[in-house]
T-cell receptor, first 116, second 109 residues
């Protein structure tokens, strides 16, 4: 299995620009999670989907952030407009989303975002 | 509120044993996970506990006491490659995964 795939792996952009991060979950997984990680705040859940439906987006910082999951094999996280404080590593993770050990989340390699 | 506590940093010697503790206060409990994260990489799954007791997996073991809201990860025969952050996470009653801040483990020769 290829694991969770994310692109791009690195992104450098200027403040005010739109940033789109992409994720392909593990085939057969029903839940998909977007996280942000920084030294100061650790790992933060932004949003998660179950069967392509957003279940909890309470972690999304503000209206500048949006996420979509048009089908079971693809999701995007968009930041528009980007700000320097958005600089972080963004991880996508997926799981079977059932219960117990099936909730184990498998992470993609992350996208390292730097907003100048 | 929901809270998970882990030491921020620990240091141990190559070949030795180290225990990383995790205490939690969450709304319900449906299991506890340990993840390893090397610097610059993604977290990777190490273990899952839902019942009290010790789960052993090679050099790594994980213990859970639900009545005490306590878990530990035990690493034996430490190797330099074990230098990483170790994240404790609890699945609450809504099956939301609550993450600790992680423990940075430094292995010295």
């Amino acid at each position: 299995d290829a694991g969770v795939i994310q692109s791009p792996r690195h992104e450098v952009t200027e403040m005010g620009q739109e940033v789109t991060l992409r994720c392909k979950p593990i085939s057969g997984h029903n839940s998909l999670f977007w996280y942000r990680q920084t030294m100061m705040r650790g790992l933060e859940l932004l949003i998660y989907f179950n069967n392509n439906v957003p279940i909890d987006d309470s972690g999304m910082p503000e209206d500048r952030f949006s996420a979509k999951m048009p089908n079971a094999s693809f999701s995007t996280l968009k930041i528009q407009p980007s700000e320097p404080r958005d600089s972080a590593v963004y991880f996508c993770a997926s799981s079977f989303g059932l219960s117990g050990p099936q909730e184990t989340q498998y992470f993609g390699p992350g996208t390292r975002l730097l907003v100048l | 509120g929901q809270n998970i506590d882990q030491p921020t940093e620990m240091t141990a010697t190559e070949g030795a044993i180290v225990q990383i503790n995790c205490t939690y206060q969450t709304s319900g409990f449906n299991g506890l996970f340990w993840y390893q994260q090397h610097a610059g990489e993604a977290p990777t799954f190490l273990s899952y506990n839902v019942l009290d007791g010790l789960e052993e997996k090679g050099r790594f073991s994980s213990f859970l006491s639900r009545s005490k809201g306590y878990s530990y990860l035990l690493l034996k025969e430490l190797q330099m490659k074990d230098s990483a952050s170790y994240l404790c996470a609890v699945l609450d009653s809504n099956y939301q995964l609550i993450w600790g801040a992680g423990t940075k483990l430094i292995i010295k020769p």
